[in-house]
């Protein structure tokens, strides 16, 4: 079975602060897909990163960062000067075993920025 | 190229009734797959349709059921409904599957059951 641990429920920090979400996952399988998604009031999943599991580079896009580590099954996101827009809640996900268990979500994290 | 279109955004329904909720996926993409989003239970997998078969299946009862047209639109059906399937229900599409690719969401339908 597949497990994503999100263990921080909710996060507020002042903007332009940087702040850190995390995510651990479970998994027997040597092939596997992490992912994070945004997921605003509005209620649509938007998708911002994919990653395999044989590729532990790091990733940056802009403010956004991402630290895949597996020695600990951690997929970090980081938020560089936060801003009011990045409030939403965030979901880690994992697909893995052939999809068979569809893609499988931590809890998620409410990221509240603070003007 | 167009999102993921989900209808109806919402429904209101009363116990016992059925409901259909349709998706039309990202033109190209042949896997589409479902997701129930609850407070207490978060995101999860309900089934996933690939060239009008379905491919994987979550843990939920028969009441949930789903189809895939030659188009690659699907459709999720819910009989005999219960307080508890109030939920925002989300369609994902991708090229060819859950196993491999990203999924991309619609805005979901929010469904209320009274």
């Known amino acids: 079975a597949q497990k994503v641990t999100q263990a921080q429920t909710e996060i507020s920090v002042v903007e332009k602060e940087d702040v850190t979400l995390d995510c651990v996952y479970e998994t027997r399988d040597t092939t596997y897909y992490l992912f994070w998604y945004k997921q605003p009031p509005s209620g649509e999943l938007v998708f911002l990163i994919r990653r395999n599991s044989f590729d532990e580079q790091n990733e940056i896009s802009g403010r956004y960062s991402w630290n895949f580590q597996k020695s600990t099954s951690s997929f970090n996101f980081t938020i560089t000067a936060s801003q009011v827009v990045d409030s939403a809640v965030y979901f880690c996900a994992l697909s893995s075993g052939g999809g068979a268990d569809g893609l499988t979500f931590g809890k998620g994290t409410h990221l509240i920025i603070q003007p | 190229k167009a999102g993921v279109t989900q209808t109806p955004r919402y429904l209101i329904k009363t116990r016992g009734q059925q409901v259909t909720l349709s998706c039309s996926p990202i033109?190209?993409?042949?896997?589409v797959s479902w997701y129930q989003q609850t407070p207490g239970q978060g995101l999860q997998f309900l089934f996933e349709y690939f060239s009008e078969t379905q491919r994987n299946k979550g843990n939920f009862p028969g009441r949930f059921s789903g189809r895939q047209f030659s188009n690659s639109r699907s459709e999720m059906n819910v009989s005999t409904l219960e307080l508890g399937d109030s939920a925002l229900y989300l369609c994902?599409?991708?090229?060819?599957?859950?196993?491999?690719?990203?999924?991309?969401f619609g805005p979901g339908t929010r469904l209320t059951v009274l």
């Open positions: 033109s190209g993409h042949r896997s």
């Open positions: 994902a599409s991708s090229l060819r599957g859950v196993a491999t690719d990203t999924q991309y």
